[in-house]
């Protein structure tokens, strides 16, 4: 059990950096604008968060949030005033809770189904069209609440997150999150408990 611990903990230290690795290559292509577009790593964060139980439904958008707040540190010349905790971090918390229970609920729905596309992939791609909205509609509500004064062309950023950025997010998470999640289980099942899981273990937990 203690093994198992360690080795989720350093799991998840390996998800932080691979995260964070995707966002600061996300963030600095695209630093000019004055927003950055997580193409990558988002659909990561929301695979995360709904490849096992409910109880680890928070931990890819916090870590999403977390690495977007060392980046804006990073850039502070640019990003300061996202490095608020309440605009880059609170927000994301709720992106794998969402898309966890839409996750769950889908599957629970379509079990019974016998096309394994409908069975796995569809409530895996929904789920990750729902993380990225909630994403989008937190994240923008955070930064309209803390930095509406702040700077002087932050609409204009605003306004390039919305039409440009999102629709190119909620791609993403649609095509991506269903074959991040079919590897996630495959990966942790090795490093985590050193087992191959099986498709019982792999299924969303009842509650």
Known sequence: MKSDKAHFIAFVGVMFALIFVLF???GTLLSGVGCTACILSLPVAIALSIYDDWRK???GGTLLGLSSCV????FASL??????P?????????????????????????????????RDTIPAAVAGVVGSVTN???????????????MGTL???LSVATTIYFPIELVACLILV????????KVSGKIITGKKMSPAQSAPRDV
């Open 57 to 59: 439904s928070f931990i």
């Open 155 to 157: 609409s204009a950023i």
């Open 71 to 74: 980046f804006c540190l990073i």
């Open 86 to 118: 309440l605009i880059c971090v609170l927000p994301r918390f709720f992106i794998g809770v969402t898309a966890y229970w839409t996750y769950f609920g889908l599957s629970k729905l379509f079990k019974r189904v016998k096309s394994k596309f409908v």
């Open 178 to 185: 269903p074959m991040y999640v079919a590897v996630l289980r």
């Open 136 to 150: 989008t509609v937190l994240y923008l509500l955070a930064v309209n609440i803390w930095t509406a004064n702040a």
């Open 79 to 84: 990003f300061i005033f996202y490095a608020n």
């Open 24 to 26: 600061l290559l996300e």
